[in-house]
């Protein structure tokens, strides 16, 4: 029945769920799926920290190497939005710092290939001019005002 639950209606069965280890209900508790939950979540922080680091990267190389003041207001919006959302995940689960920073330089080749697939004739940098610090590229603006 636990299984089924899970299939059928995942909401009532995390709901039921947390009733059971509320109440310390340990024989009702479904721990194969709970446990595949947790590591879900885990894998979902982490998912969204390599993606918001990814549109950083895209918008500060935009805002720093492409020269188009129509764009620059909104390339700008974004890298403080991004920025705001992971230092928020970062808050809410300091262990991603070591994680995100671990991913830096992958995640910047990926950023540098989509920018580069969309202005081709822009001649950017082969290597991450900006840093791989999380501590930095939140806070650091890496383009003249």
Known sequence: MKNQLYDTDFVRWTEE??????????????WQNI????????????????????????HLLKRGYIDSTYDNRGWEITIKEQRKQIRRLLRDSPSLKK???????????????????????????????????????????????
């Open 17 to 30: 769920q947390a009733e059971s280890l509320q109440k310390h209900n340990v024989e009702a508790i479904d």
């Open 99 to 145: 994680y995100g920073e671990a991913l830096i330089a992958e995640i910047w080749q990926d950023a540098r290939s989509d920018v580069q697939d969309l202005y081709p004739t822009i001649s950017l940098p082969e290597t991450n001019p900006f840093s791989e610090s999380l501590d930095q590229l939140l806070t650091v603006t890496f383009w003249q005002q």
């Open 35 to 58: 446990q595949e939950e947790i590591i879900a979540l885990g894998r979902s922080e982490k998912h969204e920290l390599e993606n918001r680091l990814e549109v950083l990267l895209e």
